[in-house]
């Protein structure tokens, strides 16, 4: 009895072409995204014939929902918001640019050195990576023998990854996701299998990200 997550990351946003942080703070899907959304709902029509969804949940962040909502539409099932699947928090220091956080924070360095740190009323690294396995475990568990879509953020995603067919957190950035990249993961008893793992073929040339 085979249980499947496939994992969707949310269309782009303006926040990330002006490459600003965007963790639980939230920015509307860019022109781009939006049409990358709309060419992912087209996959999702032939995707389900392979993998019949049975269960949707989303994160509570608005560029998850507008991204999931007209999967929902071709998929005839209910979202239901199921905050472990939010993005990473940066607390007082979300909204800024990361250029901004590399030179005046020196956050990426600071984060190397101690995975446990975390800015002023944010979340480290090392509880973001647990969290992010903890919540797709959790629905897994959930749902034993079924196929649960989890549309939700790039932190996610790669951290999930990087532990679930990777190495550790260490190596999360191998695993980050495009927008609107699909990933399927398979659990048997042999443990977790990637069956399709970051793709955007469906986006074409034009829809993915320079």
């Known amino acids: 009895m085979n249980t499947r997550l496939i994992l969707l990351r949310h269309g782009e ?16 899907l860019s022109p781009k995204g939006q049409a990358q959304v709309a060419a992912t709902a087209d996959r999702f029509q032939e995707l389900v014939k392979t993998f ?16 999931a909502a007209p999967i929902v539409d071709v998929l005839g099932h209910p979202a239901q918001v199921h905050d472990p699947l939010r ?4 607390g007082d220091w979300e909204g800024r ?11 990426w360095a600071r984060w190397d050195r101690d995975p446990t740190f975390s800015p002023p009323n944010g ?16 629905l897994a568990d959930a749902h034993p023998g079924e ?24 190596e999360w950035d191998r695993w980050e996701a495009h927008n609107c990249a699909i990933t399927v993961l398979e659990r048997n008893g042999d443990g977790w299998h990637g069956v399709l793992v970051n793709d955007i073929d469906h986006l074409g040339e034009a829809l993915r990200e320079s």
Do not use: C, K, M
């Open 147 to 170: 196929t649960v879509l989890a549309v939700t953020h790039g932190g996610i995603i790669a951290n999930a990854l990087s532990e679930i067919l990777g190495d550790g957190p260490h």
């Open 97 to 107: 640019s990361f250029q901004d956080l590399r030179e005046t924070e020196d956050l």
């Open 87 to 90: 993005e990473f928090d940066l």
């Open 52 to 67: 019949p969804v049975d269960r949707i949940y989303v994160s509570p962040a608005g560029r998850a929902q507008r991204t």
């Open 123 to 138: 979340e480290s690294p090392a509880t973001f990576h647990r969290r992010a396995v903890g919540a797709l475990t959790e």
């Open 13 to 28: 946003t303006e926040a990330n072409v002006a490459q600003i942080w965007q963790g639980s703070l939230d920015a509307p």
